[in-house]
């Protein structure tokens, strides 16, 4: 019986445990607790309204009462509610007809099958005050930065842990191309979900969000944090670059030069944390075709042609930018048309040839296959002019033709133009 009763202190010594590691309040605990004697009580007796529990979880202890009424010996109806005069007796001679008795009771008596009962309902019920407490604590922080160690790495997802030992995921595809976590490692990034299936909250971080280097730059630059300078547009690719688009409310501020800062010193510590993602910051413009011809920095742009209803954006330089524009695998004008929300299409300038006769594409069937030229075509290339003047790049990715084929319809429309 001591053993019993032993397992029942240890039992509340140990939800007193979760109380100080979790920050449950203790009004909340006392209910759960007595919440969860009841839930045995009532099974082991039918019922539980007369019954009392008391439990003190800062001292370790409860106390369990049944109250029932005395009623003479031959009128006992209900032995849950009543107790017949001389069994009443034995507790206290004194007791008459129409007392209550109340009466402590040793749970531990119940057995062993009670007691693993009641292990069982405290072990559901802390579980879920757990998922309530997390889920309380992250579901309104979603965008903030948070700093968390790494417990374990698995292929497709890094667990860590906060401060109070919940656990964080940070997926493989939220992480940067060259992130490499040990054990240990104190690892930022930005909460950017909470999903609360079944009671069952997870919390989801990502390095790769335009949020995380937007919460960056706040914490890196005063004048971000206090609404000095405001950051309009993110684009990125993660780990390789970004692009921002930024203004200044004070016009004794440079938002460029404060974002920088002196010899780069502002951003580097940024650039660090991304793993050498290179950031590009421009003044921003609510004029379409200033901020494109910002945005293909560092090309130098000699004219643009705007569609604002579709959104599109017909770039002209000389030939010598278009590679500057485009950047390497196409990484520029992508950053450029994400920060812009246009679609960008660059062309070279072609000087010297305006009495040339063009040639639409259709005219080249019998040397291209047609499926080609329909994939040329639906760039809004129409004429070997056309197809000539735009980058090899372009075609090859927009079009989604093999370089060997791009090549090759290159040098059947270029001898159409050879002496």
């Not at 009641?118 to 309380?136: F, G, P």
């Not at 009671?199 to 730059?217: A, E, V």
Request: aromatic residues 6%; charged residues 35%.
């Amino acid at each position: 019986m001591a053993k019993k009763k032993d397992e029942l202190v240890s039992l509340i010594d140990t939800f007193s445990e979760f109380k100080e590691t979790k920050n449950i309040d203790r009004t909340t605990m006392v209910g759960v607790l007595e919440e969860s004697f009841r839930g045995v009580i009532a099974k082991l007796f039918g019922s539980d309204e007369n019954f009392d529990v008391i439990v003190n979880p800062d001292k370790g202890d409860f106390e369990i009462y049944r109250n029932r009424e005395v009623v003479a010996d031959d009128e006992v109806t209900d032995e849950l509610k009543q107790i017949s005069l001389s069994e009443a007796q034995q507790i206290d001679p004194d007791y008459e007809v129409g007392e209550e008795v109340s009466e402590e009771i040793n749970f531990a008596k119940f057995g062993r099958r009670a007691i693993l009962q009641l292990r069982q309902t405290l072990a559901s019920k802390i579980l879920e005050l757990e998922h309530d407490a997390l889920y309380n604590k992250y579901k309104d922080r979603v965008g903030e930065i948070i700093a968390a160690e790494v417990y374990q790495t698995w292929k497709n997802e890094t667990l860590l842990m906060d401060d109070e030992n919940n656990e964080l995921l940070l997926p493989k595809s939220q992480q940067i191309p060259r992130d490499f976590f040990h054990k240990g490692d104190t690892v930022r990034a930005v909460i950017d979900r909470v999903d609360n299936t079944n009671g069952n909250p997870k919390i989801y971080l990502s390095r790769t969000s335009p949020m995380f280097l937007r919460r960056l730059l706040e914490a890196e630059i005063p004048e971000i944090a206090d609404g000095l300078i405001n950051v309009h547009r993110i684009a990125r690719i993660p780990g390789e670059r970004a692009k921002i688009a930024v203004e200044s409310y004070d016009e004794r501020i440079d938002p460029v030069g404060a974002c920088v800062g002196v010899k780069g010193a502002r951003i580097h510590g940024i650039v660090r944390e991304l793993n050498n993602e290179n950031i590009d910051v421009i003044n921003y413009t609510n004029k379409p075709q200033l901020l494109i011809q910002r945005a293909l920095s560092p090309a130098q742009v000699s004219s643009i042609q705007l569609n604002e209803e579709e959104h599109k954006a017909d770039v002209y330089l000389r030939p010598e930018e278009v590679s500057l524009a485009i950047g390497k695998g196409g990484m520029n004008i992508k950053l450029a048309s994400m920060l812009t929300e246009f679609t960008i299409d660059v062309y070279r300038e072609v000087e010297g040839d305006e009495d040339e006769d063009d040639i639409y594409l259709n005219e080249f069937s019998d040397e291209i296959d047609q499926w080609v030229i329909d994939a040329i075509k639906s760039l809004g290339l129409e004429t070997a002019k056309d197809v000539l003047n735009a980058p090899r790049e372009m075609l090859i990715e927009k079009a989604d033709l093999e370089e060997d084929t791009v090549d090759e319809v290159l040098n059947i429309l270029r001898a159409e133009f050879e002496d």
